[in-house]
């Protein structure tokens, strides 16, 4: 194989001025996903930094990098992170409540959008559980919420929603240990 004479044809010199706005592009992407509050904000933010990375990586001459980032870096990654998100961003309580469950549309549950509400700043969706076992805690009559975990109530309780709940006859209360 010849390898071509001309220096200049392995400079950068010419595609410098593209390169730069591009390459400016990446930290930028990448310190507004960091401070993003709400999670579901950083998935498109991801989806364009995956992108510009890969049209970096394509005029930098690197194809082979440039198709790994978009299909792993960008594509993979993204889909992973929306099914990460959705899973864990879900506080779930068995709902030991004794009149008959509502279905999860009912505007009528005052309990259940009191709590909707309380977890709204949270960015975490509510799902009342009948009938099993949930991890995080339950509901019971008189607006009664016990949860399992001492950081996650003390983290409820620190939202302004706690107040509103209390105001409403609610109550906080971590789970008692059993004794082993």
Same mark, same amino acid.
Request: charged share 15%; no cysteine; proline share 7%.
């Given at each position: 194989?010849?390898? +071509?004479? =001309? ?9 410098? $001025?593209?390169? #730069? ?20 904000? /950083?998935?498109?933010?991801?989806? @364009?930094?995956?992108?510009? $990375?890969?049209?970096?990586? %394509? ?7 440039? &198709? ?5 870096? /960008? &594509?993979?990654?993204? /889909? &992973?992170?929306?099914?990460? #998100?959705?899973?864990?961003? /879900? ?9 008959? +469950?509502?279905? $999860?549309? =009912? ?12 977890? *709204? ?19 019971? =009559?008189?607006?009664?919420? @016990?949860?399992?975990?001492?950081? #996650? ?7 302004? %929603?706690?107040?509103?709940?209390? *105001?409403?006859?609610?109550? !906080?209360? !971590?789970?008692?240990?059993? +004794?082993?």
């Amino acid at each position: 194989m010849v390898m +071509p004479s =001309d220096p200049s044809l392995f400079s950068l010199n010419s595609s410098l $001025a593209l390169l #730069l706005p591009i390459s400016a592009l990446l930290p930028l992407v990448a310190v507004l996903m960091v401070s993003q509050n709400n999670p579901y904000q /950083t998935l498109p933010l991801r989806g @364009v930094f995956g992108s510009v $990375a890969t049209l970096l990586y %394509g005029l930098l001459g690197a194809p082979d990098v440039a &198709l790994t980032e978009a299909l792993v870096g /960008t &594509l993979l990654s993204t /889909t &992973l992170y929306v099914i990460a #998100l959705r899973s864990s961003m /879900t506080l779930r309580l068995e709902d030991r409540r004794s009149r008959p +469950p509502h279905s $999860a549309g =009912d505007v009528e549950d005052p309990e259940r959008n009191a709590l909707s509400s309380w977890l *709204k700043p949270l960015h975490l969706r509510l799902q009342l559980v009948r009938g099993g076992q949930a991890p995080h805690g339950w509901l019971e =009559d008189e607006r009664q919420l @016990v949860i399992h975990h001492a950081h #996650l109530e003390r983290h409820l309780s620190r939202q302004s %929603g706690h107040q509103l709940w209390l *105001k409403q006859g609610g109550s !906080l209360r !971590l789970q008692e240990q059993e +004794p082993q």
